[in-house]
T-cell receptor
Framework: QQKVQQSPESLSVPEGGMASLNCTSS?????YFWWYRQHSGEGPKALM?????GDKKEGRFTAHLNKASLHVSLHIRDSQPSDSALYFC???????????FGKGTSLTVIP | GGIITQTPKFLIGQEGQKLTLKCQQN?????MYWYRQDSGKGLRLIYY???????QKGDLSEGYDASREKKSSFSLTVTSAQKNEMAVFLC???????????FGPGTRLTVL
């Protein structure tokens, strides 16, 4: 059973547009969330973490967490072609060393 | 900065063969991970290790062995490769609990 679900599976946005990615978990114990990005042929790279309810902004990227609804989102403002990649949400719970990853959202930014 | 090196980059094996994948990191991180990435299935944890000589099973450990003989290295063995198996195996390391994981470029496995 997949503990972390991501939507949509794929997403296309025009260059300069806003991309919104979603992540929900089925485990109420999850408290710690990360977003990762993977370009083709490379390993994933961490984008940002969010551990508290509310918004966290880093440059063009904003993450939002609502622990009550077990929902995390990532919003990419002014999307660039270089943002085209596979985006993963990862979640963990207190006392655990490992994270559960979702299946990913494939983002394509169209020039 | 540091780097994670995975060898080999491509691995082709025969059905039933034992195959070993290697990972080295120079971050001096305590925790290391092995993940399997199949198309459309995301990353699934095979084994992780929180320190030298420690091994913890992930959800996908059946059919795999792991070894952490040094802090800097973590090996994964496919005990009996399955025909038509094709996946990318990713190694990662992390300095502490809940922290960012740093990934290697992956080893792409094909079993004939």
């Amino acid at each position: 059973q997949q503990k972390v679900q991501q939507s949509p599976e794929s997403l296309s946005v025009p260059e300069g547009g806003m991309a919104s990615l979603n992540c929900t978990s089925s485990d109420r114990n999850f408290q710690y969330f990360w977003w990762y990005r993977q370009h083709s042929g490379e390993g994933p790279k961490a984008l940002m973490s969010i551990f508290s309810d509310g918004d966290k902004k880093e440059g063009r990227f904003t993450a939002h967490l609502n622990k009550a609804s077990l929902h995390v989102s990532l919003h990419i403002r002014d999307s660039q072609p270089s943002d085209s990649a596979l985006y993963f949400c990862a979640a963990s719970e207190p006392g655990y060393q490992n994270f559960y990853f979702g299946k990913g959202t494939s983002l394509t930014v169209i020039p | 900065g540091g780097i994670i090196t995975q060898t080999p980059k491509f691995l082709i094996g025969q059905e039933g063969q034992k195959l070993t994948l290697k990972c080295q990191q120079n971050f001096n991180h305590d925790t290391m991970y092995w993940y399997r990435q199949d198309s459309g299935k995301g990353l699934r944890l095979i084994y992780y290790s929180i320190t030298e000589n420690d091994l913890q099973k992930g959800d996908l450990s059946e059919g795999y062995d792991a070894s952490r003989e040094k802090k800097s290295s973590f090996s994964l063995t496919v005990t009996s490769a399955q025909k038509n198996e094709m996946a990318v195996f990713l190694c990662a390391s992390s300095p502490r609990v809940y922290a960012e994981q740093f990934f290697g470029p992956g080893t792409r496995l094909t079993v004939l």
